[in-house]
């Protein structure tokens, strides 16, 4: 059974550096496209970030641009989300997603459109 296991997070002051890994166990993950998702409590799951799965396309929330990159290693079968510039707003629980490969349009930010997920990790940014 495919699952995906994240790893990384933790508690960090405000403009420090944080690298998620998300990596794929069971079942290549190469075929698949990839999501980054976050969810502070009371609020709905928001998208942070997408990549195709050969890389080529790559999507970001605004609100993360040109801080966080998305990156992938397929013959690890592991999802990066490589954050920097954290702010104390960044602080929620991360979530990786498998997404099936069909093509999209503008950005893949519907948690529908995943199918697996992995198990979610805190990432605390103090200010």
């Known amino acids: 059974q495919v699952q995906l296991v994240q790893s990384g997070g933790g508690l960090v002051q405000a403009g420090d550096s944080l690298r998620l890994s998300c990596a794929a166990s069971?079942?290549?993950?190469?075929?698949?496209?990839a999501g980054w998702f976050r969810q502070t409590p009371g609020r709905e799951r928001e998208f942070v970030a997408a990549?195709?799965?050969?890389?080529?396309?790559?999507a970001y929330a605004d609100s993360v641009k040109g801080r966080f990159t998305i990156s992938r290693d397929n013959p690890k079968n592991t999802v990066y989300l490589q954050m920097n510039s954290l702010k104390p707003e960044d602080t929620a629980v991360y979530y990786c997603?498998?997404?099936?490969?069909?093509?999209?349009?503008?950005?893949?930010?519907?948690?529908?459109?995943?199918?697996?997920w992995g198990q979610g990790t805190q990432v605390t940014v103090s200010s």
């Open positions: 997603a498998r997404r099936p490969n069909t093509p999209w349009v503008g950005t893949p930010s519907f948690t529908g459109e995943y199918d697996l």
């Open positions: 069971g079942r290549t993950f190469s075929s698949y496209a």
């Open positions: 990549i195709s799965w050969s890389g080529g396309r790559i």
